[in-house]
């Protein structure tokens, strides 16, 4: 080879690996900028969320213990979970800013566990409320409240689940239930959970126990859906209480055996009157489903309709296998 083209050959291939090198640098530097940027985007998506709820989502003290609670119109209701209201009727409701103001309680309604309680309006942010309905699993959610009596804290997750029937262990069952992996806290019952629009999506209630550590599950809370906070809380706004609950009902009071549903009492003229079930007998079953504890009763029926047809299997005090065809009526609400 001539000495002369050895050298230029050798510069040529110089300048291809370094223009090569150059170009894989520029697509990686790329990506990286891509990633940088999705990243800063979905932060300031979390701070705009925060920014937008965090004025609506108030604290609430009564003398048993803190919650919290999202300001639901601009006449001063503010909804919150009936446990937080528990027998109380007057509260200290502190806003986002720190100011302290007097609530009085408008009604409850313990089945949905809602409850909204009223305070003076001058100056309040009332909560934008999502249509539940389009949640979809995988959507981001925020938990706006304050656990722990932290004022103004806020976790992220995900929804993870849509429709779950979750007992409290009080003998009332959340409908209809978002499961979501934002942390639920003591403190946080009663806030928001707020979609990536700063819209409110459900109210944070119930963190799922770990039956095998103790406490709480980690990632596994459930909240009341928008839809469910909008209608049942707008009613009691509207006539002090509650006059339509969508809620089946069986008209028994019943208690724990270990072995099925104990019924203690029978309301005259309830679907199970009508059918025949005495006091003293067991429900064991409703449509095939084990109603093991009243918990279960519950929750099985928390997935029925107000006139609906089911068959409900139960034990009289003789031991006497029956089956009975009962038609759910409306759980009945009443005047406070």
Do not use: C, W
């Not at 083209?5 to 050798?10: I, W, Y």
């Not at 019952?189 to 109210?203: C, N, T, Y």
């Not at 103790?214 to 469910?228: H, K």
Request: a neutral charge.
């Amino acid at each position: 080879m001539n000495r002369y083209k050895l050298p230029l050959l050798l510069l040529v291939l110089a300048v291809v690996v370094s223009a090569t090198v150059g170009l894989a640098s520029g697509r990686t530097d790329a990506k990286t900028e891509a990633s940088v940027s999705t990243g800063a985007a979905l932060q300031n998506a979390f701070v705009s969320v925060f920014k937008r709820v965090s004025p609506s989502v108030v604290q609430i003290q009564t003398a048993e213990g803190l919650g919290s609670g999202i300001v639901f119109d601009t006449k001063g209701d503010i909804v919150t979970n009936d446990h937080v209201v528990g027998n109380a009727t007057s509260f200290v409701v502190t806003t986002s800013t720190g100011r302290q103001l007097k609530g009085t309680l408008v009604g409850t309604f313990e089945q949905d566990d809602l409850a909204v309680i009223k305070v003076p309006a001058a100056g309040l942010t009332p909560a934008i409320f999502a249509d539940s309905s389009k949640l979809r699993v995988g959507d981001l959610a925020m938990a706006i409240g304050n656990p722990l009596g932290l004022p103004s804290s806020v976790t992220q997750g995900i929804v993870r689940a849509l429709g779950r029937q979750r007992p409290e262990g009080n003998g009332v069952t959340l409908v209809n239930a978002i499961q979501t992996s934002a942390a639920i806290n003591p403190g946080n019952s009663g806030g928001a959970l707020a979609d990536i629009q700063g819209r409110v999506i459900g109210i944070p209630t119930l963190a799922a126990p770990d039956p095998q550590l103790g406490g709480a599950a980690s990632g596994i809370g459930f909240a009341i859906p928008s839809n469910t906070v909008k209608d049942i809380a707008g009613q009691i706004v509207a006539n002090g209480h509650v006059i339509n609950s969508h809620r089946p009902y069986l008209g028994v009071q019943i208690s724990d055996t270990g072995n099925g549903v104990y019924v203690g009492a029978i309301t005259a003229g309830s679907p199970a009157d009508k059918a025949g079930l005495k006091v003293g007998d067991v429900i064991t079953a409703v449509n095939g489903k084990p109603t093991v504890t009243t918990d279960a009763l519950a929750s099985v029926l928390a997935g029925m309709k107000p006139g609906q047809t089911v068959a409900v299997t139960y034990h009289t005090q003789g031991g006497t296998k029956t089956d009975a065809r009962i038609t759910l009526g409306e759980f009945p609400v009443s005047n406070p």
